[in-house]
């Protein structure tokens, strides 16, 4: 039987508490179920805090308080890695104060997704580098882990709706996508027309990094790595439409075959 290769899915505690006060841990299937049916075998990798490992083992006076040794750990195992979405990255990592519409913030999820792009993207595991993809959320992860930025709002200088009123497995506005980009190989369409639930955007790209695609707007809808990788970001949710659109099937393929071929 041909091996899958692994698929690495970051996740962590919501904020938001539950009823009896306590915080879910969650990512949702639908990343995972496209994963295992474009070739892939999906993992979950959570954000276990250095910090409250150290006061749980005050014997252990070397035990490291930083994420570096788990995600070493965690990135060995794996083929490639999913950055999926979820809540706002906090302005702190692009040295800013909260803007009066920042949403919910994990501090669970930044500091271990941040490191994880980092780590991911310049170092080498088991004599490879790793293919990448950011989805909503993790696109503006991948972005400010490399030196790029985000609004926090985008309300100043959209013009088209971004956060849909319809389904999320329903598309809603149109993109635009650069000829010859990875992703318009990826796709095989200059424009497709995708979901939308998101108030942040990418402001400003990582070095070596392309905008590959965007609104009528101007705003940013994927981004991906200038050199021969995959590393890409997009701004849409494909794992909402992955049962009925081939476009969100194709993506999520490309990034299992760089894990294969990696």
């Not at 290769?5 to 990512?27: F, K």
């Not at 490879?128 to 490399?146: D, E, H, N, S, T």
């Amino acid at each position: 039987m041909k091996k899958r290769p692994i698929i690495g899915i970051a996740y962590s505690d919501s904020s938001m508490r539950d009823n009896e006060m306590r915080l879910r841990t969650y990512v949702s299937r639908k990343y995972y179920r496209a994963i295992y049916r474009v070739g892939g075998l999906p993992v979950l990798l959570p954000s276990v805090d250095p910090k409250l490992n150290r006061k749980l083992n005050d014997s252990d006076q070397t035990f490291p308080e930083n994420y570096d040794h788990i995600i070493d750990n965690f990135l060995e195992m794996v083929d490639g890695v999913i950055i999926p979405g979820g809540e706002d990255v906090h302005p702190r990592y692009q040295g800013e104060d909260p803007h009066p519409e920042l949403d919910l913030v994990n501090p669970f999820r930044d500091e271990f997704e941040l490191a994880m792009v980092k780590a991911a993207f310049s170092k080498t595991y088991r004599g490879k580098k790793l293919p990448l993809l950011g989805i909503c959320r993790g696109i503006q992860v991948l972005a400010i882990a490399l030196g790029g930025e985000v609004h926090q709002d985008i309300s100043d200088v959209r013009r088209v709706q971004h956060s849909q009123k319809s389904p999320r497995w329903e598309t809603s506005h149109k993109i635009s996508i650069e000829n010859n980009s990875k992703l318009s190989k990826i796709l095989g369409q200059s424009e497709i027309f995708t979901n939308s639930f998101h108030h942040q955007a990418v402001r400003k790209v990582p070095d070596q990094f392309n905008v590959v695609a965007s609104t009528s707007d101007g705003i940013v809808e994927a981004i991906e790595f200038a050199k021969d990788r995959f590393i890409m970001g997009v701004q849409w949710h494909p794992e909402e439409t992955f049962d009925t659109d081939v476009h969100s099937q194709k993506l999520f393929k490309a990034l299992v075959e760089a894990a294969a071929s990696a």
